[in-house]
């Protein structure tokens, strides 16, 4: 599926929204391509990033827990990226493997191929420690950066 081909952009970043777990950034499927996006979301004071998600058997294998691990390392947010599964006809079938990944990269919760439930702890506390050690976001140089929004 192409969401691309039949989806159109929202008109603005939706900021993130404060939750008993944290400060949430809402984004969906194809917007983890776009780290921009993540790190946008970061700097609005998300500590959880969520991707509800249909990849599919091409691309989940390929792509999927590389790009949710990156926007967890570069953002130092945690990623909970629910994932449909199941075959939908006999040309579609979707990944699974929903997900959560902490501030570090590493998965802390992963479903199989198949239906399930992810349950991880979100420790804002080592999160808060993770960004004052490694204080990413201070060191960052976006003079140098350019115009990040421009086509290759």
């Known amino acids: 599926m192409r969401e691309s081909n039949s ?3 929202g008109p603005r970043l939706e ?10 950034g809402l984004a ?14 970061a700097q609005a004071g998300a500590e959880i990033l969520t991707y509800p998600s249909a990849f599919g058997s091409v691309t989940g294998p390929a792509h999927w827990e590389v790009l949710l691990r990156a926007r967890a390392i570069e953002t130092q947010c945690y990623v909970v990226a629910a994932a449909q599964c199941g075959r939908h006809h006999e040309k579609r079938a979707s ?3 929903s997900m959560v990944v902490d501030p570090w990269g590493t998965v802390v919760a992963c479903c199989s191929e ?6 991880a702890r979100i420790d804002l506390g ?12 201070q060191h960052r140089r976006p003079d140098l950066y350019g115009n990040l929004g421009r086509p290759l």
């Open 126 to 137: 080592y999160l808060r420690q993770l960004r004052q050690h490694l204080p990413v976001f």
């Open 7 to 9: 989806t159109m952009p």
């Open 114 to 119: 198949g239906p399930g439930l992810c349950l």
């Open 95 to 97: 990944y699974g493997h």
């Open 28 to 41: 969906i499927c194809y917007d983890m391509r776009f780290p921009e996006l993540s790190l946008a979301l």
């Open 15 to 24: 900021l993130p929204v404060r939750t008993p777990a944290g400060r949430v």
